[in-house]
């Protein structure tokens, strides 16, 4: 059974970091997709960052140069180091796959392109 378990998220001053985890369990294949989500209140879920079967990364414009998205392939675990956070980063953060490989093209991949999530995490950024 396929589990995506988050962690790592809380509250931060703007301008602090925070680093959130998934960690894939279930999944046979470390090469599989996993992305990070987030949704804040009101609003759609939108893409944040994504990383590709061969380790490549692509940002959301919003966070680009503020975010580094990792993967740690031998422990199936997908990360997100947060750094100069805004309050607008505020919302619930989600790690999602694919269940597939893929890599890097066009723009960066909506929701629809993901088969499981994970239960997200609350990450709150006070003005």
């Known amino acids: 059974q396929v589990r995506l378990v988050e962690s790592g998220g809380g509250s931060v001053q703007a301008g602090g970091s925070l680093r959130l985890s998934c960690e894939a369990v279930g999944y046979s294949d470390s090469t599989w997709c996993l992305s990070w989500f987030r949704q804040a209140p009101g609003m759609q879920r939108e893409p944040v960052a994504e990383v590709d079967t061969d380790g490549d990364a692509k940002y959301a414009k919003s966070v680009k140069g503020r975010f580094t998205v990792t993967k740690d392939f031998d422990k199936n675990t997908l990360y997100l180091q947060m750094n100069s956070l805004k309050p607008e980063d505020t919302g619930i953060y989600y790690c999602?796959?694919?269940?597939?490989?893929?890599?890097?093209?066009?723009?960066?991949?909506?929701?629809?392109?993901?088969?499981?999530w994970g239960q997200g995490t609350q990450v709150t950024v006070l003005s």
């Open positions: 999602a796959g694919m269940g597939r490989i893929c890599y890097l093209a066009g723009p960066i991949r909506d929701a629809s392109e993901y088969a499981d």
